[in-house]
């Protein structure tokens, strides 16, 4: 399957999820008492003697309640913990459709954070989700329930001869943990392992952990478990399958860690970097580092971010004119708007999408062209359909909504 196919996968698995198409619910049994399901984010659910834990809840609550039913087919037994493994709300929006007199929830202390964050940025945050995923997605508050349980490292509990080992790492979050089972050789990884390249750089969200983020995968590694449960993406059995997937993942983000303090060394700028680094050979188009969700190019950027002020060290940038005024003067130099007009016809012939963008927004800015929001259109348009990134693509179908 090429890229493109596969991000406009994501894209149907949403609205299929979402709009509850679905007449089965796939509930795949990675050990005995083992159960992953598959959906937007996955959930994990674990059956002991003494009752159920659920390793996250998805983020549609009529998804949540099939899944729901399907546990009362296998088991009376009570759901006794709900295990955030991190804050966001793919993870986490669900899980009232779980809650059971005896049910608490467990969760890293930053979650608490992420959920202030949340409520007192709630049309905020809706707006960026709605960008990102075209509104497909069930979520009508950031009102989340809080845990009844919360942990500053790792967390630890036994519950019907199992042993729940629950680690704080940092990766997509600064809340986020892993689960081990060691009885049973299962880890079930939340998003630190998704099947594609590590989204670190989201353009529309805060900054995420790069380094914490595979030293995370190295302590997964050396738990040598049997099978992996991902945050999203299939499941994985046998430990060297596991290594082979695991391994890419880590390397890509020692290579970014690693090339992004270089840049920063030798005084590159961040447009210099990126085009600088590129990826080796045996990690570009790994199959388990597709960039349809995160990509090199936000990973660089999010990563050189991280460790930098706004500052770009161009002195023109330290105090910026407004973007108004700054494309007055460029058209007052121009005069004649068919001049740009006529230019555009030309870039877009040669296919340079991102300059026409350039050169189109001093036209809307300065005189509202409506031949300029036209091809500025085309322009978003043409750039949606080639890329294969499923955020990239999402941010201009928003902005052609928007045109």
């Known amino acids: 399957m090429n890229k493109v196919n596969t991000a406009k996968m994501i894209d149907r698995q949403i609205t299929q999820m979402e709009n ?63 295990i955030y493994t991190h804050g966001h709300w793919d993870h986490v929006h669900a899980v009232e459709v779980f809650i059971e007199k005896e049910t608490q929830i467990i969760a890293h202390k930053n979650v608490i954070d992420r959920f202030y964050k949340y409520q007192h940025l ?63 050789e299962v880890v079930y990884s939340g998003d630190f392992f998704v099947s594609s390249f590590p989204n670190i750089g989201n353009p529309l969200k805060v900054n995420r952990f790069e380094k914490e983020w595979y030293e995370t995968l190295e302590k997964i590694l050396a738990l040598r478990p049997v099978v992996l449960s991902p945050g999203h993406g299939r499941p994985i059995f046998g430990e060297d399958n596991i290594a082979e997937a695991i391994q890419p993942v880590i390397e890509v983000l020692q290579f970014i860690h690693k090339e992004v303090f270089r840049c920063l060394n030798e005084g590159l700028s961040l447009e210099e970097a990126l085009e600088d680094i590129t990826l080796p050979d045996h990690l570009d188009n790994h199959p ?85 929001k036209e091809l500025k259109q085309i322009a978003l348009q043409k750039c949606r359909d080639k890329s294969t990134n499923f955020i990239i693509r999402n941010i201009y179908h928003e902005s052609i909504q928007h045109l």
């Open 20 to 82: 509850n198409k679905s007449d089965e619910l796939e509930l795949v049994s990675l050990k005995e008492n083992h159960y992953f399901v598959s959906g937007f984010s996955n959930v994990g659910i674990v059956i002991t003697d003494e009752g159920v834990v659920l390793i996250d809840t998805n983020t549609s609550k009529q998804f949540a309640q099939r899944i729901y039913d399907k546990i009362r087919d296998m088991t009376d037994l009570p759901i006794r913990y709900i």
């Open 122 to 184: 709630n049309e905020y945050t809706y707006s960026l989700n709605n960008t990102q995923f075209q509104g497909k997605l069930e979520i009508t508050s950031y009102d989340f329930i809080r845990p009844d349980i919360v942990f500053s490292d790792n967390y630890q509990f036994s519950l019907g001869g199992k042993t729940f080992h629950i680690i704080h790492g940092k990766g997509e979050t600064d809340d986020h943990c892993f689960v081990h089972i060691p009885e049973d």
């Open 288 to 372: 388990y580092l597709q960039q349809i969700y995160g990509c090199l190019e936000f990973a660089i950027k999010g990563t050189y971010r991280r460790y930098t002020g706004w500052y770009d060290g161009n002195p023109t940038n330290l105090r910026t004119a407004n973007t108004e005024d700054f494309a007055k003067e460029m058209f007052y130099l121009i005069k004649d708007p068919e001049i740009l007009i006529k230019r555009c016809h030309t870039l877009m012939d040669e296919e340079n999408y991102q300059m026409v963008l350039h050169l189109t927004d001093i036209l809307i800015i300065a005189d509202d062209n409506n031949q300029a």
